[in-house]
């Protein structure tokens, strides 16, 4: 007669996020031509990849000039993702569903990104490259309509952030929202009148 084995279970939350750790791999790009021959092949001709998304563009040019038919190419990016693991939730403790945070990632004009920081007081150039040519949202992941992602602090009452849908984005001078939690003295560090999900309700890993 087998004897019987008790396990014992723990939800946790996995939560897939852009790595943005120092220690994280870079970013990085990478053009290819997309142009087909006269045998319905690609050219498949790319250029070095790197860090700076400048350079794969100046090589496209580049290889038009070599090739004045070849105008179809493809950016390929990069870009480290990982996963983190928390602990057990109160929220699984008590058998709810504890909120995720959205992390979906915008690509905002990096040029009124940098104008926009300028005009807000920030110094664009003591930024990581990474975080002013992306944008993640910080709202719940269920939301409606559009990502909203921080970019700074103006002053006490008022934080820059952009809101995006697609490829449209808006960069919005707006209040924090500030509610505080109901067993710790953290504060929301979303804006006032987000869309439902306090910063503090969200998964631990989410949107830090």
Known sequence: MSTPTRREFAYVDWVLRPDR???AAPTTYTFRCLTLGDDDTECAAK?????????PQRWAFDHMRQHPEHTSYAEVIERPWVMWLG?????AERGERRMRCC??????????????LRNAGE???????????????????EHGGTHAG?????????QLWVRWQGDSHEFVRLA?????ADSSDDV?????GHAPGHSWEMAETSCD
Not at 176 to 180: F, K, L, V
């Open 21 to 23: 750790d120092d220690d």
């Open 47 to 55: 250029s070095p990849t790197g860090k700076d998304p400048g350079e």
């Open 87 to 91: 602990g057990p939730t109160r929220s």
């Open 103 to 116: 992390d979906e990632v915008g690509r905002p004009p990096l040029d009124e990104v940098l104008r926009q």
């Open 123 to 141: 110094d664009p150039a003591e930024l990581p490259l990474c975080e002013l040519r992306t944008a993640v949202c910080e709202l719940e992941a």
């Open 150 to 158: 921080y970019l700074c602090e103006i002053d006490p009452r008022t």
């Open 176 to 180: 924090p929202c500030e509610a505080p």
């Open 188 to 192: 929301c560090h979303l804006f006032t």
